[in-house]
């Protein structure tokens, strides 16, 4: 997908974020009570600010792009944990979304597109019966909408379970439907 959407898009720059590798700003002491002193109108000590200056460099490096490609293996039904460590971090008041009694939510990330690759030992799609079991898609796209990323493209490789063949015919839909995700950006 990659590949394709580079020489589509000639300008486009990847910058890569391998979760597993990155160290994400933990909430707990002064990153915690910085976002605490945010959500009631108070000030940071300098402490609290320069905390909170962490989650704001994630946050902005994650706003400056201008398209977000997502590669996740379900997990427990779910998403892997350095993923909802990452977005704890990025959906913040104030910096991806806001919050008004006459508006409610509304996501600040706009005019952005996404493309997400779920893997996946079963099959959790329309029509398997275990379409109750897929939090990952379902989460992924609910937090993302909610910060304003609404236009997003699904491309499940499944059952990676699958025999030899069976597989391999599903790996090449996946290509073939991240190809064409890649040029309609």
Do not use: C
């Amino acid at each position: 997908m990659l590949s394709t959407l580079q020489s589509t898009h000639s300008s486009v720059h990847v910058d890569k974020l391998d979760l597993w590798a990155t160290e994400l700003p933990r909430f707990d002491g002064d990153t915690l009570e910085a976002k605490y002193a945010i959500l009631h109108g108070q000030s940071h000590t300098p402490e609290q600010a320069e905390a909170w200056k962490r989650v704001e460099a994630v946050i902005e490096r994650f706003k400056s792009a201008d398209w977000y490609l997502f590669s996740l293996p379900m997990w427990n039904f779910g998403i892997p944990y350095v993923l909802k460590h990452f977005i704890d971090v990025i959906v913040q008041p104030g910096l991806t979304f806001s919050f008004s009694p006459s508006e409610g939510y509304k996501g600040l990330v706009t005019g952005k597109k996404a493309a997400a690759v779920y893997a996946r030992g079963g099959a959790y799609g329309p029509g398997t019966g275990a379409e109750g079991y897929d939090l990952q898609s379902k989460y992924l796209a609910v937090i993302l909408g909610f910060i304003g990323v609404t236009d997003l493209a699904d491309i499940f490789v499944e059952p990676t379970m699958a025999g030899p063949a069976d597989l391999e015919a599903m790996v090449t839909k996946a290509k073939e439907l991240a190809v064409a995700t890649a040029k309609a950006w």
